[in-house]
Nanobody
Framework: QVQLVESGGGSVQAGNSLRLSCSAS????????MGWFRQAPVLEREFVAA????????RYADSVKGRFTISRDNAKNTVFLEMNNLKPDDTARYYC?????????????????WGQGTQVTVSS
């Protein structure tokens, strides 16, 4: 069984950057698609970005295109989310997830295991 642990969240002012990490243990995720999602209070969990095993296929939500970059280090069983030019609307709890498939997806139910999340708060 895989365990996913997110880190790197925090409180920043608008315009600043954060880099989130998602470290996997218990099972290698290097051969599978990974995704980042976020959820703000009273809202549904929404797709942010996803990456294929060799980082050839990348997918982003329209709201983060050009500002966020997803990447992975398969040797370290870790996925990253570089977030630049953060906005107050980016405030949410960010979750990483693994899909036991090589094809990235953008719906929560398509993912199989989730981390506990890390909080990102952006003030104006």
């Amino acid at each position: 069984q895989v365990q996913l642990v997110e880190s790197g969240g925090g409180s920043v002012q608008a315009g600043n950057s954060l880099r989130l990490s998602c470290s996997a243990s218990g099972r290698t995720v290097s051969n599978y698609a990974m995704g980042w999602f976020r959820q703000a209070p009273v809202l549904e969990r929404e797709f942010v970005a996803a990456i294929s095993p060799r980082a050839i296929n990348l997918r982003y939500a329209d709201s983060v295109k050009g500002r966020f970059t997803i990447s992975r280090d398969n040797a370290k069983n870790t996925v990253f989310l570089e977030m630049n030019n953060l906005k107050p609307d980016d405030t949410a709890r960010y979750y990483c997830a693994v899909r036991w498939s090589v094809v990235p997806a953008d719906l929560p139910h398509q993912y199989d295991s989730w981390g506990q999340g890390t909080q990102v708060t952006v003030s104006s």
